[in-house]
């Protein structure tokens, strides 16, 4: 509890009825309380300056300014996120991943797209192959998404998202669809009639077997896997595909969506 400091300060008046010691002027005095004055409101108007800087802000991309500037980079911004004059980013940067049997698509790769998928329309991050060949192999990109405050790395508490639609044909390999996603770290959820999978490389997620179609249709969340990851201020997810199991003359974009992302924030400068 913050007490009352008028009850612990000596007035002006008071100190000027007091007799001021020998050699003392009473101007003396009176210069002396007007300069400690401003020290104590300077005291007290710090914590309502530092009150205007918060500590902790739960976001979502949906609220954030995106900027695509190429197939293989774009930013989320939150502009003076925390009220200090510094900018909240999350950065994403792709690279192809595994072998050249697909490749990214320059088009829409990193296309932050509202249009309905995976049973919802919110903005979504787009991430988009093309088909090169019908190889068993493997092929597509490796997303890094990382979080900075002014430029510097940041953690972020209690992340969410959605990898939308993930489905395609049974591959020969027989362990599912041709669309699989795993991720650095995280944990999803899912339908496991039409998904399977941990999300790891060597058991990515994928359409099961016997899901019902080899397609998902746009407003079926089905082929969703909603993932959580309880601190994190990095992390990639890969996406591949295997197109064997397609005819020769049947090569078509493969795209999934992430997103949106809903995180909480954390000002280094409150923790310091």
């Known amino acids: 509890m913050t007490s009352n400091p008028t009850s612990h300060r000596l007035t002006t008046d008071d100190a000027l009825?007091?007799?001021p010691p020998a050699g003392?002027?009473?101007r003396t005095v009176t210069q002396g309380l007007a300069w400690?004055?401003?020290?104590?409101?300077?005291a007290a108007a710090a914590p309502f300056a530092s009150a205007s800087v918060t500590c902790t802000e739960t976001i979502s991309t949906s609220t954030a300014t995106y900027t695509r500037t190429s197939a293989t980079s774009a930013v989320f911004?939150?502009?003076?996120?925390?009220g200090d004059g510094k900018d909240f980013t999350l950065t994403l940067s792709a690279v192809p991943n595994g072998a050249a049997n697909m490749t990214i698509n320059t088009a829409n790769n990193f296309l932050l797209d509202s249009a309905t998928a995976g049973g919802e329309a919110l903005p979504s991050v787009r991430l988009s192959l093309d088909t090169q060949n019908l190889n068993n192999a493997g092929?597509?990109?490796r997303v890094t998404f990382a979080f900075a405050l002014d430029g510097v790395p940041s953690v972020v508490d209690d992340l969410t998202y959605k990898i939308k639609d993930i489905d395609g044909v049974q591959a020969i390999d027989g362990l599912g669809g041709?669309?699989?996603?795993?991720?650095?770290s995280g944990t999803g959820t899912y339908n496991s009639t039409w998904v399977v999978g941990q999300g790891l490389s060597n058991n990515a997620w994928r359409a099961a077997t016997g899901a019902p179609n080899p397609e998902v249709i746009p407003t079926s969340g089905a082929g969703n896997v909603a993932v959580t990851n309880p601190f994190t201020s990095e992390f990639d997810l890969t996406f591949v595909a295997n197109?064997?199991?397609?005819?020769?003359?049947?090569?078509?974009?493969?795209?999934?969506w992430i997103g949106p992302f809903t995180f909480t924030a954390i000002n280094p400068s409150c923790t310091a």
Not at 36 to 42: E, G, K
Not at 77 to 82: I, K, M, R
Not at 178 to 184: D, L, P
């Open 17 to 19: 009825t007091d007799a």
């Open 24 to 26: 003392v002027s009473r």
């Open 36 to 42: 400690s004055i401003p020290v104590f409101a300077t």
């Open 77 to 82: 911004t939150w502009t003076d996120l925390f």
């Open 139 to 141: 092929g597509g990109e």
């Open 178 to 184: 041709a669309e699989r996603v795993y991720v650095s």
């Open 243 to 256: 197109n064997s199991g397609r005819a020769p003359a049947d090569r078509p974009n493969q795209n999934i």
